[in-house]
C-alpha cells in the first residue's frame, strides 16, 4: 500500500521510489510524490520511518526531510 498525502489545496499525492546510480557507482534511494496511484515511474512505497513529509506553503508541493 503506498503512503498518500492530501496537500493543503485538496490535491491527492502518491509516495513511490526509485533506485538510481550516482556518477561515482554509489547506489541510492530517491522519493517522490505523483498524482497517479498507478503508472509512471518508481515503485509505491510507505514513508520512511526517519523521514516526514513538509509542504511549501506558496505552491502545494511535498517533499520528505529527515526528521
Not at 20 to 49: A, H, M, W
Amino acid at each position: 500500500m503506498a503512503y498518500e498525502h492530501t496537500n493543503g489545496k485538496g490535491v491527492k499525492y502518491y509516495l513511490r521510489k526509485s533506485e538510481v546510480t550516482l556518477r561515482g557507482g554509489k547506489p541510492q534511494t530517491i522519493y517522490f510524490f505523483t498524482k497517479n496511484e498507478s503508472g509512471g515511474k518508481g515503485t509505491p512505497c510507505d514513508i520512511p520511518s526517519d523521514r516526514m513529509v513538509v509542504e511549501n506553503p506558496r505552491n502545494g508541493f511535498l517533499t520528505l526531510k529527515k526528521k
